[in-house]
């Protein structure tokens, strides 16, 4: 026990102040998992929305086909994005492998069934509403996508919120395709790993605070928002 | 406006919701869709004000298809219809945000003066600031129908509007109702109160499970209806089944003690004579006439309608509702227990057949 609370002592004390290493841990965690989550949103917002709202023949299999996909482990996730961008894989010629455009193409693949999905759920109650409304009132499509968008804008936004509380705190399939390399694709996640693995245990617990810290932050200013 | 629907039908899923639908609508007058719950009238408003689009079968607007309109004619369209929906859709805002959010889709500026005349006209006088959900049931309902007054369309659509509501609120829709069908609107009302569609129906149009079953002038639905379920739903307080009879030259229903004298080119079978309390005749004493029915019982029971009275009569095991107005109660002295005459003629009756 004294063992974990003097990790959690020196851990601490790493953070006071924390080292340029860890900010720029901190920063890549954020740039690469936010890219991601943003990159998942712009295609998962209009398909929910799309999903919600049309009547189309072979729809259930669509949305059955967005479920699975939300339940497909991040390591087969990891598989398939390091044969695309692998040396020999079709976009190999990019180089991508072991890079920050890598993961955040990786983590984007693993957000958008889980955001498309967390939002056409929420969007169930609302969006045939929403339509209606503004239909009957004389709406026009873009009017209508406004409408629509405005009312399901927490469905949204929790979705979201949820689909980067994934990818932020995803370790093996980043590994995978980061790497781990120290300055270039070392993220929080695959920080704390290897660096608990090395036996720096207090290293590792100074990162997980900042790991947990950033994840209530985010959801802090998310809920700030909703409240609006 | 003119509409027109001809073959009209509509699937939910293998669920048929509607289907083989004809229909002329009255231009400038209420007309109501009647029937139970479950006859598919929500889905034939929604299909008359472009919410859904049709299975089967196609409606004319001024002559025009529905099915070749653009989806910008098909908006164009839209914005002369006004829909009050069953359930009050309102967004989250003061309830002069939710009025002015149609005209804003428009594109359009109204004045604080419009605004005050159609919270004026649905009895919200005042309410411009409140928060529009946290209206009552009532008061949302009225808000729907001032929104869409506000865009002074040329078709109402108005989902059973009263459903649900205080008496005091009904009145008020009602009379707004009443005051667009004067005003040349061309009002399409869904509804399952019969009161309601005997005080506002130019037309009605009466449909069970998805299917058309009679159509027509109020008067002529309410009076002589095609089918038992009409009379049963449209509460036609007399219902009477028996078998026809050829009796000295005459066609008669034998009821049993009682054999009532109709109107019929049949004479057999099972049916049912339909008879509208106010074509019935109250008197103290039997009184002789060309009417062909005259039975007598007491009173068994007396209700209070406000400008009529209703009287339950049993004559010969049949129980007859009869109205008399509250002066002519009082004078004949009508209490349970007294004995009174019915009389009315043959062709009041209205048969339906049962087999």
């Given amino acids: ?228 | 406006m003119q509409i027109c629907v001809e073959n009209l039908g509509y699937r939910a899923g293998k669920k048929v919701i509607l289907q083989g639908l004809n229909l002329e609508l009255a231009p400038g007058a209420v007309n109501v869709i009647l029937g139970p719950n479950g006859a598919g009238k929500s889905t034939l408003l929604r299909l008359l004000g472009l919410l859904d689009k049709p299975g089967l079968g196609e409606i004319y607007y001024d002559g025009r298809k529905r099915s070749t309109m653009s989806r910008g004619q098909c908006t164009a369209l839209r914005r002369r219809c006004g829909f009050v929906f069953q359930a009050p859709l309102l967004l989250a805002g003061s309830v002069e945000a939710n009025l002015r959010f149609g005209p804003r889709l428009r594109g359009l500026n109204v004045g604080d003066h419009k605004i005050r005349l159609v919270l004026e006209k649905t009895g919200l006088n005042g309410r411009e600031g409140q928060e529009a959900r946290l209206l009552s049931g009532g008061e949302k309902q009225r808000l729907q129908l001032a929104r869409v007054m506000l865009l002074d369309p040329d078709l109402y659509l108005l989902d059973e509007p009263t459903a649900n509501l205080d008496p005091l609120s009904v009145k008020n829709i009602e009379t707004a109702i009443a005051r667009l069908a004067g005003e040349g609107k061309t009002v399409i009302l869904a509804t399952h109160n019969l009161i309601q569609a005997r005080l506002l129906a130019a037309e009605i149009v009466f449909l069970k499970e998805g299917s058309l079953v009679q159509a027509g002038a109020a008067a002529e639905v309410l009076s002589r209806p095609l089918s038992l379920d009409i009379a049963e739903f449209s509460a036609a307080e007399n219902i009477i089944p028996g078998t026809l009879v050829r009796r000295e030259g005459r066609t008669v229903l034998d009821c049993g003690q009682l054999a009532i004298e109709v109107v019929s080119e049949r004479s057999g079978g099972r049916a049912a004579a339909v008879i509208r309390p106010e074509d019935i005749l109250v008197s103290e004493k039997p009184i002789s006439s060309s009417a062909r029915n005259s039975f007598r019982g007491p009173i068994m029971a007396v209700a209070d309608l406000g400008a009529v009275m209703a009287l339950s009569v049993d004559c010969g095991g049949v129980l007859f509702t009869v109205f008399v107005t509250r002066i002519s109660c009082a004078q004949m002295n009508l209490a349970p227990g007294i004995d009174v005459s019915l009389t009315f003629k043959a062709t009041s009756v209205h048969l339906l057949p049962l087999d």
Avoid: H, W
């Avoid at chain 1, 991040?74 to 920050?100: D, E, K, M, N």
């Fill in chain 1, 1 to 228: 026990m004294s063992y974990i609370l003097e990790g959690l002592k020196q851990g601490a004390a790493l953070l006071l102040p924390p080292s340029s290493e860890i900010l720029q841990i901190v920063a890549l965690s954020l740039a690469v998992s936010g890219a991601a989550t943003l990159l998942a949103a712009l295609a998962a917002v209009p398909l929910s929305l799309f999903l919600a709202l049309k009547e189309f023949r072979g729809k259930r299999l669509l949305v059955g086909l967005v479920n699975t996909a939300m339940s497909v482990p991040a390591v087969l996730i990891g598989l398939l994005v390091y044969g695309l961008v692998s040396r020999r894989g079709p976009l190999g010629i990019l180089g991508l492998l072991f890079t920050p455009g890598a993961m955040v193409l990786a983590q984007a693949l693993l957000a958008f069934p889980l955001i498309t999905a967390l939002a056409l759920a929420a969007l169930k109650g609302i969006a045939r509403d929403a339509r209606d409304l503004a239909l009957s009132l004389g709406a026009n499509r873009r009017q209508l996508a406004a409408v629509v968008i405005r009312q399901g804008r927490f469905a949204f936004l929790t979705a979201i919120i949820a689909g980067f509380s994934r990818v932020i705190g995803e370790t093996g399939m980043t590994l995978m395709i980061g790497g781990n390399i120290k300055g270039q694709t070392r993220v929080l996640t695959t920080a704390i790993s290897l660096e608990t693995m090395k036996g720096n245990f207090e290293l590792g617990i100074a990162l997980g605070i900042v790991l947990l810290l950033t994840a209530l932050a985010v959801n802090v200013a998310m809920q700030g928002l909703q409240g609006k």
